[in-house]
């Protein structure tokens, strides 16, 4: 059983390339991220948080496609996100 | 931490059952609390333990509510939206200080005599570009330190963006409209309409852009326009016109239909 389906995503930050072509697949538990200072983990975080467009690819998490605005608000009452600095 | 005695099964029976008497109780607790030992051998109900832990970790974790959530929240708004409300950047003390500061100023400039022929330019001015500077600064990741966060809400998106909207333009509104016995002019605010017109044309316009650009940049137009009428001796033309008046109306809802009509255009999922 996957939870979180990537496929040829791929975001860009002006000419910095953060994530090139990533698929992935995740299946449920905990999944531990790690990777050096700009490998992409906090952009691909938030990808899978909606709260991030990607520039091509796709994303499904627990099945729903964050492009489309409906699946998108469905996603986010179902998941929770605390980023890295959250503004407290 | 050890202690030389310990206690005797039937003053723990006693005590469970509440048969002590008061400072036999206090002698116990005070046991009790140095006492690891004889603390394992009072019976307990985990589960009545873990709700009331459960329970009391809510109370005291849970988020103090503020004097204006309060007062929202009186005014019949459910609670999450009130608190989302008083989570606006542009509700901030600071922002409704500067809304105050602005309109003491534009007052001031009404009553200046050298100004006497342009005495409508300042509230003219001044009063529409109020709310777009409060919606430029209520949702955005540049103007929110919380937006990431917010984002991820089921709420982000057009519907957050449109209960703040109207949060900041009523707030803005109402701190306008308390400036009118001081200000010589009509009962009906010449200014209101327009004020309208801007922030629903600011709402149309960030379907396209962001809030920010979309705010500043009709402020901007309305700076120059409002200026350029008063240099020529227009500016009644610009907002007290009943044409002008009708134009306002009309494009407010308009722009209102065209925001409706593009809403899930405010969400990209771009924080």
Redesign the interface.
């Known amino acids: 059983m996957t939870t979180v389906s990537v496929r040829a995503l791929c975001k860009k930050y002006g000419r910095s390339l953060a994530l090139d072509h990533l698929d992935l697949d995740l299946a449920p538990g905990v999944t531990g991220l790690l990777g050096p200072h700009g490998a992409g983990k906090s952009t691909l975080l938030?990808c899978l948080?909606?709260?991030?467009?990607p520039d091509t690819g796709t994303v499904r998490a627990l099945g729903l496609d964050?492009?489309d605005?409906r699946q998108?608000?469905a996603l986010?009452?179902r998941?929770g996100?605390?980023?890295q600095?959250?503004?407290? | 931490m050890k202690t030389g005695w310990h206690l005797a099964n039937q003053q723990i029976a006693a005590y469970v059952g509440g048969s002590l008497a008061p400072s036999d109780v206090m002698s116990v607790e005070a046991h009790l609390e140095r006492c690891g030992e004889c603390r394992t051998r009072l019976p307990a109900d985990e589960q009545w333990l873990a709700t009331s832990w459960t329970g009391i970790a809510d109370v005291v974790m849970r988020p103090r509510r503020g004097v204006p959530e309060r007062i929202v929240e009186r005014m019949g708004v459910p609670g999450h939206l009130a608190r989302l409300l008083v989570a606006t950047p542009a509700l901030s003390r600071a922002w409704l200080s500067a809304v105050v500061v602005v309109l003491v100023f534009a007052v001031g400039a009404t009553r200046m005599p050298m100004l006497d022929a342009y005495s409508a330019v300042p509230m003219t001015l001044v009063a529409p570009v109020l709310p777009l500077a409060g919606i430029a600064l209520a949702y955005g990741r540049r103007v929110?330190?919380?937006?990431?966060?917010v984002?991820?809400?089921?709420y982000?998106?057009a519907r957050l963006l449109l209960v703040r909207a109207i949060a900041v333009l009523v707030t803005a509104v109402a701190l306008a409209a308390c400036t009118m016995p001081f200000v010589a002019g009509p009962p009906l605010p010449a200014w209101l309409l327009p004020a309208l017109a801007l922030t629903s044309a600011c709402l149309a316009l960030s379907t396209r852009v962001s809030v920010l650009r979309s705010a500043v940049s009709l402020a901007a137009a309305w700076t120059a326009l409002v200026a350029g009428a008063a240099l020529v001796h227009w500016q009644d033309l610009i907002a007290a016109h009943p044409l002008a008046q009708a134009f306002y109306g009309s494009a407010t809802f308009a722009l209102a239909l065209v925001t409706y009509l593009r809403r899930?255009r405010l969400?990209?999922?771009?924080?």
Do not use: K, Q
């Open positions: 938030r948080a909606t709260t991030l467009a964050p492009a605005s998108r608000t986010r009452r998941l996100y605390l980023p600095n959250p503004g407290f | 929110d330190p919380a937006h990431e966060l984002v991820a809400t089921p982000a998106g899930h969400d990209t999922g771009e924080s």
